[in-house]
């Protein structure tokens, strides 16, 4: 148990489908990401929230889109998603420094998105 | 830019020491280490912040490098518990919050 609790654990959607991955912590942090974990590659930071405020993208394609209502809770909405898109999705909290620097990472235990 | 980690692999026995290097082609404020094992989530090892500091956990330590952009991690007298991939994570000087990690280094450690 790390605090950080993501659902569903695991999602299985059709290239037409709109879903939502849903991330919360527990810690009090002030920063939460979202990286992607396919095989064989590096974790890809894609999203994230600072003081609640979106910082980076990295490039991201539009079909992800992030929400953070609240320092607590971070969403990733899924729309007309692609089979290469199929992949762990990892959240992740930290206490960023007053300058936004990244603090100890607490990682979910992710959702593993399958993509028909 | 993600940062670039060597060996991609490494098998041990118990009691044999391992390290892995990182290393980074920009001017970092950080560098972190995760270990995750299989089906599970990462888990932070340390982060280091200043050129040559060294940091434990333990029988694990780590150096950093500033000038070179260079981090190592020194697995010491490895046991079974430290099987699994090692990640590092390089923050960059100039920007904050993109914290990119490279492909990992498997380690296996055998009886």
């Known amino acids: 148990e790390t605090g950080v609790t993501q659902t569903p654990r695991h999602l299985v959607m059709g290239m037409t489908n709109k879903k939502s991955l849903k991330c919360e912590q527990h810690l009090g942090h002030n920063a939460m990401y979202w990286y992607k974990q396919s095989a064989k590659k590096p974790l890809e930071l894609m999203f994230v929230y600072n003081f609640k405020e979106q910082t980076e993208n990295n490039s991201v394609p539009s079909r992800f889109s992030p929400e953070c209502p609240n320092s607590s809770h971070l969403f990733l909405h899924l729309h007309t998603l692609q089979p290469e898109d199929s992949a762990l999705y990892l959240c992740?909290?930290?206490?960023?420094?007053?300058?936004?620097?990244?603090?100890?990472?607490?990682f979910g235990e992710g959702s593993r998105l399958t993509v028909l | 830019q993600q940062p670039v980690q060597s060996p991609q692999a490494v098998i041990l026995r118990e009691g044999e020491d391992a390290v892995i290097n990182c290393s980074s082609s920009k001017a970092l404020y950080s560098v972190h280490w995760y270990r995750q094992k299989h089906g599970e989530a990462p888990v932070f090892l340390m982060i280091l912040l200043k050129g040559g500091e060294q940091k434990g956990h333990d029988k694990i330590s780590a150096s950093f490098n500033e000038k070179k952009q260079q981090s190592s991690l020194y697995l010491t007298a490895s046991q079974l518990s430290y099987s699994g991939t090692y990640f590092c994570g390089t923050e960059p000087g100039d920007s904050w919050g993109k914290l990119q990690f490279g492909a990992g280094t498997q380690v296996v450690v055998t009886p």
């Open positions: 992740a909290s930290s206490q960023a420094t007053l300058g936004g620097h990244t603090g100890e990472l607490f």
